[in-house]
């Protein structure tokens, strides 16, 4: 399978229109940066970091490993169906949700990426239901019409102690924000997003195990 696939227009207007009226409603937790910085090397945050701002964030679905369960957010019933259209459309692909959360940025003038990152690594200390042998599959979904592309990357160094090295980081792609679109990618593939320099830029991201 190639990627990244595009999917355009993957909801109904009605259902795109009911979602839209809740963000207003969602609590937006703050997060600072937005990636572990002890993953990077010194140089990779010296050099990307400086453009990371951060985002805001609301966790949709997440599996709970401590309690052996799932949270879920009083949202998740309504952003659910999106889950299931993207899986209905990568039957093979999409197996079981790992992951569902929203993130929120403010437009920055003179916008650079975010710190370049993949949703799902091999990392020993990360959550005991990440498989190492196990494929992972993302998607973003736009809920906003904004700048603030979507760049994917080649040439990552991840040393042998997991910490991620960007000196030789190259653009593979980039991607557009549009509504009601959905990027499908590996989970393990390294990307990041945009800020927006006109508007508010909102997207659902759904990471899922697969075959």
């Known amino acids: 399978m190639n990627f990244p696939i595009i999917h355009d227009d993957i909801m109904t207007s009605t259902w795109y229109s009911m979602v839209q009226s809740l963000i207003p409603y969602i609590p937006w937790y703050r997060k600072n940066f937005s990636c572990e910085k002890k993953d990077y090397t010194s140089s990779s945050i010296e050099e990307y970091g400086k453009n990371d701002y951060g985002h805001f ?3 949709l679905y997440q ?14 019933e309504k ?5 299931y259209a993207i899986s209905s459309l990568h039957e093979r692909e999409c197996h079981t949700i790992i992951r ?3 993130n929120y940025t403010l437009p920055i003038k003179d916008a ?7 949703d799902i690594d091999n990392n020993p200390i990360r959550p005991k239901y990440i498989d190492s042998n196990k494929s992972y599959y993302s998607c973003v ?8 592309d979507l760049i994917l990357f080649d040439n990552v160094k991840v040393y042998s102690n997991y910490v991620i090295d ?10 557009s924000p549009k509504s009601n679109r959905g990027v499908f990618i590996d989970s393990r593939s390294f990307h990041a997003g945009s800020y927006s320099t006109n508007k508010d830029r909102i997207c659902c991201n759904i990471v899922w195990e697969g075959s």
């Open 141 to 148: 979904y736009y809920l906003s019409e904004s700048d603030g």
């Open 57 to 59: 964030c609301h966790t």
């Open 100 to 102: 569902a959360k929203l």
């Open 166 to 175: 960007l000196k030789n980081i190259a653009v593979s792609g980039r991607i």
């Open 63 to 76: 599996i709970d490993e401590v309690n052996n369960n799932v949270i879920q957010s009083e949202f998740w």
């Open 79 to 83: 952003f659910a169906p999106l889950a």
């Open 112 to 118: 650079q990426h975010m710190m370049p990152h993949s």
